[in-house]
């Protein structure tokens, strides 16, 4: 499985779960410590992350070949990262491939303009947001 093979390179996984009052769709960042984000869910795999109400979402799903690796950067003993979920009542597609191209892994500050312009065109009733921090440690 994915986890297999990022245990194999020395790296540990991370998983994650989620849980909503209300049906929603997610949107789910991981903001790296060093300056870069990615889009960890919708993607390509799982194109729509619908979640029903009071029904739990983990990702990835133990059945899945995709792991989230989790590393120090070179030279580091201790970081802190983030995962940034938004919930929207209606699926409303975000993408950064319009501001970056094909990469998956964005600058941090032009990321960042990306989801907040993003997120003016969603009414704040329609929406919620939670930043999640953790600490990667050797």
Known sequence: TGIKRVRELGLEAMELE????KDCYL?????YSNDSLRVVLPNALTPASFLRANERLRYPS?????????????GKDTDQEAILVI???DNIPFSMREAAGA????????ALMTINNWLADIDADKRTQSLIGYRIVR
């Open 27 to 31: 949107t789910v960042l991981n903001l």
């Open 62 to 74: 133990a059945e899945s070949n995709i792991a989230l690796p989790v590393g120090l950067v070179p």
């Open 18 to 21: 989620f849980k909503a009052t």
């Open 87 to 89: 919930a929207t009542r």
């Open 103 to 110: 990469q998956e892994l964005l600058s941090l500050t032009g």
